[in-house]
Every structure is written in structure tokens, then in C-alpha cells.
């Protein structure tokens, strides 16, 4: 058997570094992710006058439940989305203060309208400074009496979260109708998270009432990511080994450890208990069709392993990884046809036939998936390499490192 010890959830921190940042009194948060995407995080905060402490394994947020200290501040947030979405949604609950948001070339082109749209109709004044409903944008922040919205959140979760996280900030509550909503098991994340620093929402159906009254400071132990761990549970999948992962058994919060269940219905054994997960397989994978609406950020992770199986696999449902750091769908299609593998796409799924795979260099469009992803392929197929290998920081910095000390194991 293999323990895996996988970094801190993306997720989880970035909602974390909000909730604590609102907070009454000083948080601290235990195994954060470090990594490209976190630490612009945690840079934005600092930039608007948050004091945020870092030692090795614990962060230290001093919350401002009244809003950032900066009364004017220019944000860069890199790649990340939760920075690019969650961080203009803090500071525009604030009493005053003029703030800019830019981002990179890549998240500049990820949608943003649901969002600002939400934000203005609580009187909000913000501004798109190039493209309509992306970033660059201008916020000048005068407080949020609070109401009643509507949201579509089909294109991304985020949306609903970040409007959610604001709620106990604005003064009288929100209450937000959600027409669709797209990966709803982050949205379970949020309110547990919430609960955890103090606010509890309630929930009727589609309609979610958050009350005011601000967070609480507290101490919060983050996850590993079940996003990074798909990787190595598939590779066990793979490669006849068993995998256990520490820190993510039955209670996890996140959504995507349900990626196991797929495996299993491909034929791999999977046992949980409330400290841990583990995977393992003959090696012999059956195909399936699968919705994955739920958990689309492991898609990937399947298309890359599904040339293996006995049979086609069909993801169904993943219409929004078309606008995530890449078109995922179609960059999986692209790279799995580079390898001789029959695919078929539609507007939101993929059809993979099984094959022998052959050495490639993958074109990862910049996106750390698509690397990590392939990375499982590249186990049975020698030769694999990567036009931009070092995008990985953006979750993983040590990744190659990782899965190249498992693929040494399993050569044994």
C-alpha cells in the first residue's frame, strides 16, 4: 500500500482566506495550500490592508469585519478564479473605498457577468474596464443594504459562493434564488464553511437565505484536495497498486472525492473510513457512461485514464469545463487524438474508445488539469512529455516530483 499525503485543498483555503478575512478577531488556518493560486490570494489580501501571517503549516488572518483597511488598492490576481471572483465580492460589502481588480491573460478571458451583474443589482457601482462581465474591473464600494436576488450559476458555482461569503456583511441578509447551478457539491463546501466561522444559511430548494450579522474568528484545519487526489487514485486504478490518501475519509467536504465511485463502476475496489480513502485494482477497468456535472473538475483525470478501459467512456454534463483555465473538453479531445485515441465530442460530453496510446507532448493550454491529468496516462505510456510542465504551480508546485516517486513504486 501507498499513503499519499496530497497538499491543502484549493477550494477550501480560498474560501477559508475570505471567511476569515470578514472575521471578528484573528484566524488561523492549519495545512493551507501553498501554492500560485493561494498565495495571490493571500497577496490580494494584502494588498487591501489585511494582516495575514505565514508560518510553515498554519496562516494567521486577522479579520476586518468592517472591510479592507486600504480605502484604495490595485489587485492583481494572477490565475486564480476564487481570487478573481472572491476578492471583488469582499471589498464591495465595504463603507468606502475605490478598488481595481486585474488579472491574467487566462482569467481575463473566464466569464464574470453573473456575478458583477448580481453585485450591481444591489447597488454596487463597478465597471468593466475592457470587456463586458470581465475583469479588468473597477469597484467603488459604499456598503450593501442586502435584498433579494437572482442567479444563474450554471457556468460556475463561484458565482453563488462568493455572493453567499458576502451576505453576513451586507445589512439586512440576502436571499438568493438560483435558476441553475452547475457543481453543486462546492456549494455544501460554502455552507459548511460558513457554519464553521459562525453563519448558518438556511435552505428551501433553489432559495438560500443568508443572514447578517458578520463571521466569527476561528481556527480552521483545511482538507487535502480531493481535486489533486483523483490523479493518484486513478493511477492506482491504473496500475494494479493500492493508494490511501490521509485526511479524506466519509466526512469529507468536498464533492469530488466522489470521483472513487466512478472507479468503482469501472471495476476498482474503494474502501473509506473517517480517516481515509483508499483505491485499489486488478488494473483491469471496465468502460462506462457518466454524468459528471457534480464533480467536472476530474474530468480530466477520467479522460486521461479511459483509453485503458475495456470499453468506450462517456462523460455526459461537463458543458462548463468548456470555460475553466482552458476549454478542458475539447483540450482532453485535442490531446487523446495526438495519441491515436478515437474521441468523439458534443457541446458537453466526450466519448473515448479504447486504444494503445502513444508518447505525445501534450498541449496543456496553460492548464494544470490537463498536465496532471495526463500525468496517469504517461504510467503505461512512456514518453509523455509537456509543452508548459511547470503550470502545475498553480495547485501542486511539487507535483512532478510527487507522482514521479509513485511511478517509481509501482515499477518495483
Known sequence: MTVIHVPGSKSVTARALFLAAAADGISTLVRPLSSDDTEGFAEGLGRLGYDVAKEADRWHIE?????????EADVYCRDGATTARFLPTLVAAAASGTYRFDASAQMRRRPLAPLTEALRTLGVELHHEAAQGHHPLRIAASGIKGGELTLDAGESSQYLTALLMLGPLTAEGLRITVTDLVSAPYIEITLAMMRSFGVEVTRDGNVFTVPPGGYRATSYAVEPDASTASYFFAAAA???????????GKDALQGDLRFVDVLRRMGAEVRSTQEATTVRSSGTLSGLTVNMRDISDTMPTLAALAP???????????????VKECDRLEACAENLRR?????RTGPDWIEIHPG???????ATHGDHRIVMSFAVAGLRVPGITYDDPGCVRKTFPRFHEAFAGFAELTNR
Open 63 to 71: 479579520g476586518r469585519p468592517a472591510g479592507p483597511a486600504a480605502t
Open 238 to 248: 491504473l496500475t494494479s497498486h493500492e493508494v490511501t490518501v490521509p485526511g479524506l
Open 308 to 322: 485503458f478501459a475495456s470499453g468506450p467512456v462517456r462523460i455526459e454534463d461537463v458543458g462548463n469545463t468548456r
Open 339 to 343: 495519441m491515436g485515441i478515437t474521441v
Open 356 to 362: 494503445t496510446p502513444r508518447p505525445t507532448e501534450i
